[in-house]
């Protein structure tokens, strides 16, 4: 295997893309190493969008690892400094972060290089094994195995100033009637939560009884609640999805292994590469970042007795009609060990609320809530749950999915204009599409300076740097970054 490189970069406020990107050129090339080796840029966490870095990362077309400023004080370096020391609370951020995104074993290529306002260090990951894997880096959380930062969301690629395309959160939420509900429950705020109402809401909307329903701090804390109480001998996700259920598994001590589909297939799930012993199997419908809709029976045949199925459905409220939903209570009969995480965020604009569920069989529901904190749901977000499953609630909700469709079609219909861009999935079903084009990463800064504020989809397992999520938005939006968009590709040299 060809060697592996990772640039470790500390850059002061002041450092920008005219001091950052030719002091990385320099150290690669004093390192006698060749930027096509870089694997990715690595810095103190909160640093991955200052403009040096990122342009950086764009010029060698390669991801931004920003890790944790305990993780990187771990980390034995040759040249430390006092001063870094006091300010970060680590001794180099340019050598630490190289050694640890490379991983057990790496050594420093180039122990540091300095400009006025900004250090690199290059470091060398170890050979691979005989077998040809490719080691796990050693970082402390373990969220970063092959180099997909799995902590990555959509909200760090947001700025002042940027037009959001890269989070899915629906425009223009929430809504005035349910912010009115919201801050009428303030008024109860002294009291604890009570969350009997909003569990029998939200049963109802599906057809369950009260004890199939668990109330949760978004879906991701019903991640971590799975993630605690599960015991899985092998625990299997398929990819490319919300690396947030993969994220919560590592965190719990788990170990997990990946199903990656296909994107020459579409991205289509195919039940027989799951293991037949996984215990633990984890699904979006419709994913999160293809956009792809898999039949419910496709699903339902990842089921068995003995295996725990969960089904992220966090993005199933924008689809018209909720086909291939397996949430109500009539589709979810006959699948053993069905788990359905269902979330409010995305059509609801609830991302600071944070409100989800989990709708699962008595005994599942059970075990997560002994393992929840007291009180995890707030008393606003419990308010909001009831509303937003309301008879009103749910028309709205309707037909904002008609609308979304409608204006994902002229989306994709505007992207057939442009050469060489590709998007994921045959019928996408989301509200966002993912793109393929080449030197993504660069397009992604370049929109950056035009704007334009999109997903990238490297830090999904089964991506590389040349996808790109957008989130679907009104067609006068669309307009607007598509022009960008256009103007970018036809400004960039062909590759």
């Known amino acids: ?67 944790p400023p305990a993780d990187l004080a771990r980390v034995a370096v040759p040249t430390p400094s006092g001063a870094v020391l006091a300010a970060l609370g680590t001794p180099s951020v340019a050598e630490a972060a190289a050694l ?11 122990a540091k290089r300095k400009s006025a306002h900004a250090t690199v260090a290059v470091a060398r990951a170890a050979p691979a094994p005989a077998d040809g894997t490719t080691p796990t880096p050693a970082r402390g ?15 760090a690629e947001v700025g002042q100033g940027l037009v959001d395309l890269a989070v899915n959160v629906r425009a223009g939420t929430p809504p005035a009637w349910l912010a009115e509900v919201i801050g009428r429950s ?104 293809t956009s792809v809709l898999h039949p419910s029976a496709l699903v339902r045949e990842l089921a068995r007795p003995g295996r725990t199925l969960v089904v992220d459905e966090a993005f199933m409220d924008a689809v018209p009609g909720e086909r291939e939903s397996l949430a109500d209570g009539s589709t979810a009969a006959g699948v053993p060990g069905l788990v359905v995480l269902r979330s409010l965020t995305k059509t609801w604009g609830l991302a600071g609320l944070r409100v989800g569920y989990v709708l699962a069989e008595p005994e599942v529901v059970a075990a997560l809530e002994t393992a929840q904190p007291l009180w995890a749901v707030s008393t606003p977000a419990l308010a909001a749950a009831v509303a937003c499953v309301s008879d009103r609630a749910l028309e709205e909700a309707a037909e904002a999915a008609l609308q979304v469709a409608a204006d994902r079609s002229y989306l994709l219909e505007r992207l057939r204009e ?78």
């Open 418 to 495: 442009l050469p060489g861009v590709r998007t994921a999935g045959d019928a996408p079903a989301a509200p966002f599409l993912l793109l393929r084009l080449p030197g993504g990463a660069g397009v992604r800064a370049a929109l950056r300076a035009s704007g334009y504020a999109v997903r990238r989809g490297d830090t999904f397992p089964g991506l590389d740097p040349d996808w790109l999520r957008v989130a679907v938005r009104d067609r006068r939006t669309t307009d607007g970054f598509l022009d960008a968009l256009a103007a970018v590709l036809t400004s960039r040299p062909a590759r």
């Open 141 to 155: 959380d373990d969220m970063y195995p092959d180099g997909h930062d799995l902590r990555h969301h959509g909200d």
């Open 186 to 289: 303030l008024a109860g705020l002294a009291a604890y939560p009570d969350g009997r109402a909003a569990r029998h809401a939200v049963a109802l909307r599906h057809g369950r009884p009260d004890p199939e329903v668990l109330l949760t701090a978004g879906a991701a804390e019903a991640f971590v609640l799975l993630a605690r109480t599960l015991r899985p001998r092998r625990a299997v996700v398929v990819h490319p999805q919300f690396t947030e259920p993969e994220a919560a598994l590592r965190a719990a001590g788990h170990a997990v292994e990946r199903v990656v589909l296909d994107p020459s297939d579409g991205f289509r799930l195919d039940p027989g590469r799951i293991p037949d012993d996984a215990d633990l199997v984890v699904v979006g419908n419709p994913t999160n970042p």
């Open 100 to 110: 640890l995104a490379a991983g057990p074993g790496a050594a420093l290529a180039l």
């Open 1 to 67: 295997m060809s060697e592996r490189l990772y640039v470790g970069v500390g850059a002061g406020s002041a450092a920008g893309t005219a001091e950052v990107v030719p002091l990385v050129r320099a150290a690669l090339a004093e390192a006698g190493a060749a930027g096509a080796a870089v694997v990715a840029l690595a810095t103190i966490a909160g640093k991955e969008r200052a403009p040096g870095i990122a342009a950086a990362a764009a010029h060698l077309g390669v991801p931004v690892l920003g890790l």
